[in-house]
């Protein structure tokens, strides 16, 4: 597998890297089939990005956007009608992986790159019940 594109998610009233895929959770939790194509491109196997949001120690996604496929134009509300804006995502349970610094170790594969600095944020029914970082300087 190729490494992929991150998610985008706003951790500390910052723009950073998520290094995981919450919304996938959703589509294999509801038996739903995506409606991204993931065959666009080796580095985006989900067809998709997502952008999200810590908001009181609760994980929201803020937008998703196809990759790499300018026919599809699935929005948020399309996934989640009457959610334009923001969808808690209360069917996530596991963790979640902020990189913070530089990339210190290219993996061709998946999230497998190791970075300066990793957050770890454990996440129960989308609330984060647990923080760690982790200095690999």
Known sequence: MTAQISESIKYKGQERSLLNCPLCHYFSLANIESPFDGMKCTALWRGYTGDWELLNDRLYLTSVQAGFDDENKTTLEDIFPGFG???FAHWYSGELRIPIGKQIKYVHMGF???YEQEVFLQV????VVSEK???NQ
């Open 133 to 135: 970082v982790e200095d």
């Open 112 to 114: 497998g790159s190791t």
């Open 124 to 127: 129960r029914q989308g609330v």
């Open 85 to 87: 804006e923001r969808v």
